[in-house]
């Protein structure tokens, strides 16, 4: 992993050194020129490529060609250089607790950041999934957009992917909930119910009134339910509107790009 570690900061570092955008090629060039074994070294700089990409630590426009375009540092990734390597910047945020103990009674230490607890739950929950895709929320943190800040959308996706890691299902559907009725003005409607009975194609209405009706029903009954004698938990499949979701997520793309 420490190879890993490495190749991240030396994208970011060249990156923030850059006076013109750079395709993805060129920076691999620049980045492993000095490596005597590029062959092996090439997957490893796609997997650290992605990684910062996907996370938002670096600026990407994805041509129609295939090609990403790098532009320079997220502020995240700007964060990252006030560290001497990557390891330094993963142990910035020490977690008060000294141990977590998950679903399945697997033990980890978390005396690390967030981040770094969230590569360990995915390499040991491999049944495990992002809700929302990585390649969809770069998208959202890629829009610039003069008419909607999209920072709570933002944070909103992010947490619902670290709620989704850790089984939280009852969050997850509560932060679904906050989704769908905080983005109806980027279709001009003020309620998700008008922009699903009156935005979009056959298809796209068909997934929005999946939204509309069963998770907001389901999210209700999370929200709104008193306390009974007997009660079922939410799981995995009970909450599993992923691809709705990202639906709407990727219409937003669309719209706002």
């Known amino acids: 992993m420490s190879e890993e570690y490495d190749l991240r900061y030396g994208i970011l ?11 993805d090629d060129q920076i691999e060039y620049f980045v492993l020129k000095q490596e005597t074994d590029k062959e092996n070294y090439q997957p ?12 938002g630590f670096i ?19 700007e964060t990252v250089l006030k560290f001497s390597s990557w390891e330094e910047y993963l142990n910035k945020e ?13 033990i980890f230490n978390i005396n690390e950041n967030r981040e770094l607890l969230l590569e360990k739950l995915i390499e040991n929950k491999s049944n495990n999934q992002y809700f929302i895709d990585p390649k969809r929320l770069s998208e959202l943190r890629n829009i610039k ?4 800040d999209l920072s709570k959308l933002i ?53 929005m009134e999946h939204l509309n009706k069963s998770l907001r029903n389901i999210s209700d009954s999370y929200l709104h339910t ?4 007997k009660e079922t938990l939410p799981n995995k499949t009970q909450i599993n509107f992923s691809s709705d979701m990202d639906v709407l997520l990727s219409e937003i793309v669309r719209k706002l790009s």
């Open 94 to 106: 020490k977690i008060n607790k000294t141990t977590l103990i998950t679903n399945d009674d697997r």
């Open 13 to 23: 570092f060249f990156v923030s050194n850059m006076k013109q955008p750079h395709r």
């Open 155 to 207: 944070k909103f996706c992010e947490e619902l992917n670290f709620t989704f890691l850790f089984e939280n299902y009852l969050s997850v559907g509560m932060l679904m909930r906050a989704i769908i009725d905080h983005i109806p003005p980027i279709f001009g409607y003020s309620n998700f119910n008008e922009v699903t009975n009156n935005y979009g194609s056959k298809s796209f209405k068909k997934s």
């Open 44 to 55: 490893l700089f796609d997997k650290s490529f992605n990684y910062l990409k996907d996370n």
């Open 145 to 148: 957009n003069s008419d909607f």
């Open 226 to 229: 008193h306390i009974r004698k």
């Open 59 to 77: 600026n990407v426009k994805e041509k129609n060609n295939g090609d990403n375009v790098v532009s320079s540092l997220t502020e995240k990734g």
